[in-house]
């Protein structure tokens, strides 16, 4: 079986040996994963960002399922182009797996980047937004997006020392897909 990685992990400084500790922790278990690194791409070309998406959306056509790093990136919830290439699979009755290092409720979450208040019942962010407040972890559309098209999201029970690196999540999900 071929599983996408996706994840804000290429964005670390370390990025290529993350993937390559991932890609091992699937042959452990008979998988093979597709890290969005390992495609080649002309980072000088004026194309390169279509690249990089074509590449992706390539491995993605080729993969069996996906496993998601859904760790808050760069705000409270999950990063853009994860979310993307999560329902891109959801959307092709690919088996969806994902897990998050940050065990925290998506409205506590967002109550780390600024003021959230109760309004008529509902909850409202500094500008007057609503904040969604399921008792969900993330966006509710990829909480179900997992349960209807894989597993349900997997959390540690408590934040590791290093969010980003802390496979033990991961190594759970790359379990779960050798076991389908």
Known sequence: MKIYLAGPDVFLPDAVGIG?????????HGLTGLYPLDNVID??????????FAGNEAMMDAADAIIANLTPFRGPGADAGT?????????RGKLCLAYCNDPAIYADRVRRFG???????RLVDAHGLTVEDFGLTDNLMMIHALELHGCPLV???ETPADIWRDLAAFETC???AAAR
């Open 174 to 176: 790359v379990r779960m």
């Open 115 to 121: 003021d959230v208040a109760s309004n008529d019942g």
């Open 20 to 28: 390559e500790r991932k890609r091992a922790i699937c042959a452990a």
């Open 83 to 91: 979310a993307y290439e999560l329902g891109y699979m959801a959307g």
């Open 155 to 157: 959390m540690p029970t």
């Open 43 to 52: 980072l000088a070309a004026n194309d390169a960002s279509r690249q990089i």
